[in-house]
Structures are given as C-alpha cells and as structure tokens.
C-alpha cells in the first residue's frame, strides 16, 4: 500500500494535480548574485560589515517570494503587489505619489471611473495588478536606514554591534529582492506573464515565459557573481532624491522587456549558448546590483545623522501636505 501511494502521489505530481509552489521571480541564483555581487562592490567608506553577512544575505535572497503561498493568504495579499510594477496600468498618473496609500487611493478613483465605461481595463487598475514595487523598496530601504543608525549608535557607545549587524543583514536580503525584481523586465510590465493587447510582433502569449527567462535560463548559464562584477560602475551615486532613482531604475528597466520576447520568439532562450540572451541578463543583474549597491552606501551614509528633524514628521496634521484621507503626508524629498 505504501508503495501504492508513494506512485500515486508521483503520478499526480507529473500530472500537475497538486499545488504549484509559489514562483520565485528573477530566480533563486539570479537574486543571489544580485545581493553577493553588490555587497562586493560596496565602497570602503560604506557598509563594508555587510561583508561578512553575504553568504546569509545571498541565501536569503528568495526570502520575500516564500511570504506569498495562498497557503498564508494575509500574507499573500500584502505581499504580492510589492513584485510589480505594471506600469501600462497607472499611465493616467501624471505625477506618481511619495506614498503608498495615496498611490492605492489614486488607483481606486481611477478603478470607479472606468468601471463605468472600460470594466475589462477596470478589473486590472487596482493594487495587485499594478504593483507597488518602489513604495516596497523605500520602505525597506527606511527601515535599513533606522537600522543602520541603532547599529551606529551601538557603535558609539561601545557595545556589542552584533545584534544590529544581523538586523541590517536581513533587511539589505529583503531590499536586494525588491530591487532584483525591478531589474528584471518582466517584473515592470503588465506583459509579466505573456504578451496582452496589441500583439502585431507576433509575441509568445504563453505565461510560462517568465520563468524561462529569469529561472530556467539563468540556470542554464549557470551564472555567477564573477560574470557581472566588472559591469557595476566603481562609483556608487550619492545625491538626488532616492525615490527618484528608484522610479529611473523601474522605468530604464521596463525599456528592455520587449527585448526578452523578441529573444524568446527567436528561440534563445532555449538556447544557453545565445549571446544575445547572456547578454541581456548579465546587463540587468549587474543593474540591479548597481542600484543595490548604490542604495546600501546612500543608507549607510544617511544614517550617520543620529538625529533625524523633528519636522519631517508625516504625521503632523499642520503639514502644508497632511492628507487626511491617508492619515500622513507623503514623503518629502531626500
């Protein structure tokens, strides 16, 4: 009997009659190199204790992506949306808010107005199918700042930094996913998952195309840290508004998601050998690690200010910019 079931079980697995788990986008390996390669390139007057976290960091890459199994639906429904970033679907925002919930709020307007003339476009303009990837990125990126700055404190005082060290470890693997989905094309378009609308290119419509870039052939040319090191520019960037450059990022990202369904149209993503292909996903992993790396010293250098300005507080309802439909103003500018 045991043996009975162990085939059956074998069998509906081969059938796909049992659940799939849950997709890890960009891929295990590509996320890892991502965070190994921009801890490595960070500059000697930035985090470099990261350093010796990398292999905790690089292995807890996929981290975020296991917070979205239907199996912990709260979880999933929170999380889902910070992997996206479709931006066809908020086009009608002229300017994008410094804040999540007026972001989600501007999306719901627009949902009810289009639900009157457009329901089929009005089913996707809503959080989940439009994603709120850099609001997830800043967010993380804010609370590694708050970490940095406890662990600098430490620091002055003299005491064990062990325990704020491994702090700011998880959150750079909870950060570095964030930032490795926005390098990868495909995680900034509602083309996500097959080619939608117009498709005179003639497209894969095939969801499957995700994951055979970013897993299936990432795996096959077995990539690692070393074939995209020497692509991360030596000079992290220091000034300029952070969300700004997090919405550049997305949006030079999102200028190569057709350039993965031509590739896959002209075969090469089954072909490992493709220079093209390689091409592309060395060029957009050591983007992301760039960014990384840019993000992680930026971080490490706002946190050297151990008193952050009372007024910037964004919950003082006499602020010029209190929202009191959200509760809090939105962001200033860094």
């Not at 975020?64 to 199996?71: F, L, V």
Request: hydrophobic share 40%; proline share 5%; with cysteine.
């Amino acid at each position: 009997m045991r043996h009975l079931m162990l085939k059956l079980s074998l069998a509906l697995c081969v059938a796909g009659s049992l659940p799939a788990a849950p997709a890890m986008a960009w891929g295990v390996l590509a996320h890892k190199v991502v965070d190994r390669a921009a801890i490595a390139a960070l500059p000697a007057d930035g985090p470099v204790f990261l350093q010796k976290y990398a292999d905790y960091v690089s292995k807890s890459s996929s981290m975020p992506d296991t917070w979205r199994s239907a199996t912990e639906p709260f979880s999933k429904i929170q999380e889902d949306p910070n992997h996206g970033w479709f931006r066809e679907q908020f086009a009608f925002m002229k300017n994008l808010p410094r804040s999540r919930y007026e972001f989600v709020l501007a999306l719901h307007d627009a949902h009810l107005k289009q639900m009157k003339t457009d329901p089929a476009h009005a089913a996707r303009t809503n959080v989940r199918w439009t994603g709120t990837l850099p609001y997830a990125a800043m967010e993380s990126y804010g609370r590694l700042v708050a970490n940095m700055r406890s662990l600098r404190r430490a620091m002055a005082r003299g005491e064990d930094v062990s325990l704020w060290e491994q702090n700011c470890a998880y959150e750079v693997a909870v950060l570095g996913h964030y930032i490795g989905d926005g390098s990868q094309p495909l995680h900034v378009s509602e083309n996500s998952d097959g080619w939608r609308g117009d498709n005179s290119r003639g497209y894969t419509t095939d969801r499957t195309i995700h994951g055979r870039f970013e897993g299936r052939f990432v795996e096959m040319i077995n990539l690692t840290a070393a074939d995209v090191e020497g692509r991360i520019p030596a000079v992290a960037r220091q000034s300029g508004d952070v969300f700004d450059h997090v919405l550049a990022f997305l949006d030079e990202s999102y200028t190569h998601m057709e350039d993965v369904y031509r590739l896959e149209k002209e075969g090469a993503l089954e072909d490992p050998g493709n220079k093209g292909a390689r091409e592309l996903v060395y060029a957009r992993v050591a983007t992301g690690a760039a960014m990384l790396r840019d993000m992680l010293t930026r971080a490490w250098a706002e946190s050297a200010n151990l008193q952050p300005k009372a007024e910037d507080n964004p919950l003082d309802f006499n602020s010029p910019a209190f929202n009191p439909a959200t509760g809090s103003a939105p962001a200033a500018r860094s």
